[in-house]
């Protein structure tokens, strides 16, 4: 166990729905990060929260949004899914705003059908 | 902008031989290079960073990597591989100033018994 909790494991819905996915940071971390991970693309930044704030995007779609909450978990919501959303979609987290410690949860696996 | 590359889709060598995962990477200044290894339907494990100092960097389970300035490399090595360790391997970089990782699209490593 990294210390990092992704809920749900796997998820699995229908085009055009909207789902939320979930992560808490291990102890005492207050920057989290979202990755997907997909086979055509690799590992893509999505979006990076530090106490609350956001403070950096990669390649994240408007139908995407984030956020981090009080207690420092962060909810990502993929709205309109498409077949082209399913991926893997990792959440990682460290002390500082700019880390070279991270740690990574073991990831929501999600299927657009 | 910070990149990384990693050649070669997939690596293969018998059990016993020496294992090496090529890694190049480019960014503005000093670079924060970091390896990690993905097992099959699990999350990032950290295997070793290269942050100052040493440009041989030894990390977990018999890893290490050697930095190369001029060469803006940074290969990841094991002296004698393990079925074990086959897994898929990824390099990412870190520029000083920029929050997120990088990282290379992973290499698929096969150790044969």
């Known amino acids: 166990d990294s210390g990092v909790t992704q809920t749900p494991k796997h998820l699995i819905t229908a085009t055009g729905q909207r789902v939320t996915l979930r992560c808490s940071p291990r102890?005492?971390?207050?920057?989290v990060y979202w990755y997907q991970q997909s086979l055509d693309q690799g590992l893509q930044f999505l979006i990076q929260y530090y106490n609350g704030e956001e403070r950096a995007k990669g390649n994240i779609l408007e139908r995407f949004s984030a956020q981090q909450f009080p207690d420092l978990h962060s909810e990502l919501n993929l709205s309109s899914l498409e077949l082209g959303d399913s991926a893997l979609y990792f959440c990682a987290s460290s002390v500082a705003e700019a880390s070279n410690d991270y740690t990574f949860g073991s990831g929501t696996r999600l299927t657009v059908v | 902008a910070q990149s990384v590359a990693q050649p070669e889709d997939q690596v293969n060598v018998a059990e016993g031989n020496p294992l090496t995962v090529k890694c190049t990477y480019s960014?503005?200044?000093?670079?924060?290079l970091f390896w990690y290894v993905q097992y099959p339907n699990r999350g990032l494990q950290f295997l070793l960073k290269?942050?100052?100092?040493?440009?041989l960097v030894k990390g977990s389970y018999g890893f290490e990597a050697e930095f190369n300035k001029s060469q803006t490399s940074f290969h990841l090595k094991k002296p004698s591989a393990l079925v074990s360790d086959s897994a898929l391997y990824f390099c990412?970089?870190?520029?000083?100033?920029?929050?997120?990782?990088?990282f290379g699209k992973g290499n698929q490593v096969v150790v044969i018994p």
């Open positions: 960014v503005s200044g000093n670079p924060y």
């Open positions: 990412a970089v870190r520029e000083n100033g920029n929050n997120r990782l990088a």
């Open positions: 102890s005492g971390d207050l920057s």
């Open positions: 290269y942050i100052t100092g040493d440009n």
